[in-house]
């Protein structure tokens, strides 16, 4: 297997190469609503609602964390079969890299779906939801984290789940090219647009030649290769 370390996470992408695709995002911001769409476009990957097995929209950061570390469990299961992995909801760019699994991840590929603060209450209340300054102020977080990964991590850090190698990242700087998060815009669109827009950057995840290897060790391979730069 090609690995690489957390030092060295850009890499070229490999025949076999299995994929842990994330689509992340606030309350209102689509993640759940392009599922069924999303199950139709890629048949071939093992695709999960994080809340499936019964997370609350209120539950804490320890709660999402170890939700979070068992779907990297289950896309170790799925690469092992030789599939490909998408995961749709609460999941947060920093703690999926401090899940202690995430070292067996091949390759890795995350993208927040964002919209408007109006867009966002308005959405919410015609699911019946509540809409709260809470809500407002997560995906705020969210929206920065994305791009700045010193920005309040203590937000997911306190009280999180005791597993968590936060070292994994802790010290990284914006504009890190290790810190790779695509941020796609769902305000004004439909469903169907939204699902169109994430398709487009699965599509792109598979084509890339650029991928994320979250991998702690580096085996004989990944030296050849260093030796030939």
Same mark, same amino acid.
């Given at each position: 297997?090609?690995?690489?370390?957390?030092?060295?996470?850009?890499?070229?992408?490999?025949?076999?190469?299995?994929?842990?695709?994330?689509?992340?995002?606030?309350?209102?911001?689509? %993640?759940?609503?392009?599922?069924?769409?999303?199950? %139709? %476009?890629?048949? !071939?990957?093992?695709?999960?609602?994080?809340?499936?097995?019964?997370?609350?929209?209120?539950?804490?950061?320890?709660?999402?964390?170890?939700? *979070? !570390?068992?779907?990297?469990?289950?896309?170790? /299961?799925?690469?092992?079969?030789?599939?490909?992995?998408?995961?749709?909801?609460?999941?947060?760019? @920093?703690?999926?890299?401090?899940?202690?699994?995430?070292?067996?991840?091949?390759?890795?590929?995350?993208?927040?779906?964002?919209?408007?603060?109006?867009?966002?209450?308005?959405?919410?209340?015609?699911?019946? @939801?509540?809409? *709260?300054?809470?809500?407002?102020?997560?995906?705020?977080?969210?929206?920065?984290?994305?791009?700045?990964?010193?920005?309040?991590?203590?937000?997911?850090?306190?009280?999180?789940?005791?597993?968590?190698?936060?070292?994994?990242?802790?010290?990284?700087?914006?504009?890190?090219?290790?810190?790779?998060? *695509?941020?796609?815009?769902?305000?004004?669109?439909?469903?169907?647009?939204?699902?169109?827009?994430?398709?487009?950057? &699965?599509?792109?995840?598979?084509?890339?030649?650029?991928? &994320?290897?979250?991998?702690?060790?580096?085996? !004989?391979?990944?030296?050849?290769? /260093?030796?030939?730069?």
């Amino acid at each position: 297997m090609i690995s690489t370390s957390v030092e060295h996470c850009a890499f070229s992408a490999h025949v076999g190469l299995k994929m842990l695709l994330f689509v992340t995002g606030a309350r209102g911001s689509g %993640k759940t609503a392009v599922i069924p769409g999303l199950t %139709k %476009k890629f048949p !071939e990957y093992s695709l999960h609602d994080f809340d499936e097995r019964g997370t609350r929209d209120d539950s804490s950061p320890r709660e999402r964390q170890e939700q *979070t !570390e068992y779907w990297i469990n289950k896309s170790i /299961e799925n690469q092992r079969l030789g599939q490909d992995t998408i995961i749709c909801g609460d999941a947060v760019f @920093g703690e999926i890299l401090a899940c202690p699994s995430i070292s067996q991840i091949e390759g890795l590929a995350v993208c927040l779906l964002d919209c408007s603060d109006v867009e966002r209450i308005d959405r919410v209340l015609e699911f019946g @939801g509540k809409p *709260t300054m809470e809500m407002l102020g997560w995906s705020a977080w969210l929206r920065v984290h994305s791009v700045d990964p010193e920005w309040y991590p203590q937000v997911i850090t306190k009280q999180g789940y005791s597993l968590m190698q936060w070292d994994n990242w802790q010290g990284w700087q914006r504009g890190d090219k290790r810190w790779q998060v *695509t941020i796609i815009d769902t305000s004004g669109k439909k469903i169907d647009q939204i699902v169109g827009a994430v398709t487009r950057w &699965v599509s792109g995840v598979q084509a890339s030649t650029n991928l &994320v290897l979250p991998v702690d060790q580096r085996d !004989e391979d990944d030296l050849l290769v /260093e030796d030939r730069n």
